[in-house]
């Protein structure tokens, strides 16, 4: 199923959300004669289908939703998982800092359940590739699966390994690090990158944050970032606006990095420096 349709009608095969009361939602396929069940009643799929999206529907019950089409960060927090999700606030700045766009060809690091790996497919388009490695056998076949339910897999090679042996791609666009030890593998990740391509690390502790900038520094990374996204949501009320009582706060240190390739040339000493390269060290 195609994770949107270009149209304003819901068809048979789109992934559909229902949203009810109190901001209950449900995310489904549309199946020609298949009916929705919910503890506010039954919906018909029939019945939705043909429907504009953004409307009102209504269960045996009376019940109330509304049909809409669900976006990318919907479907990423809806994911089965195992393991701990990225939030959409990291994913779409990973993705706009990196730079990641279609037809390109980016690796990841610890699949996890399939969220950055989905965002990764659906952001490289069809003439893309994503490569993602895991060690883990049953935490990549629910990542397969939930690839599988976006119609998004065939734009994804799973491979499953110890990514100490290295990694098969050379000349990758981009790499998404996303493992408790990513200063044991950016040596093995600068072999994997295209010259000037990007890394980007999630990590939860300041003692993983600074191994890891050690290392970046001794396999010759630049351009190095670090930072951290904070989100609060404000009540949309007019006449009493005020932030929500809960925020999503840290989540993880996001560190950007770029290969480069500085030369010998001492008239390059300075800016090599200042973008961060140092020579490396025992």
Known sequence: MPLTHASSIAHDGDLAQLVGLRHKHFILTLQAGARFETHRGILQHDDLIGKVWGTQVFSHIGAPFFLLQPSLADLITELPR???????????????????????TVLEAGTGSGSMTTALAYTVGPEGR?????????????????????????????KLRDIGQGFDETEADAFFLDVPNPYDYTAQVRLALKPGGYLCCLIPTFNQVEKTLQALRQTRFAFVEVCELLLRYYKPEPARLRPTDRMVAHTGFLIFARRIEAGEDPRGKELSEEVGHREETD
């Open 82 to 104: 195992t393991t701990q999700i990225l939030y959409p606030k990291d994913i779409g700045f990973i993705l706009v800092t990196m730079g990641v766009g279609p037809g390109q």
């Open 130 to 158: 994503v490569v993602s490695y895991e060690i883990k056998p049953d935490v990549q076949n629910l990542a397969r699966k939930n690839l599988t339910r976006f119609s998004l897999d065939a734009r994804v090679d799973f």
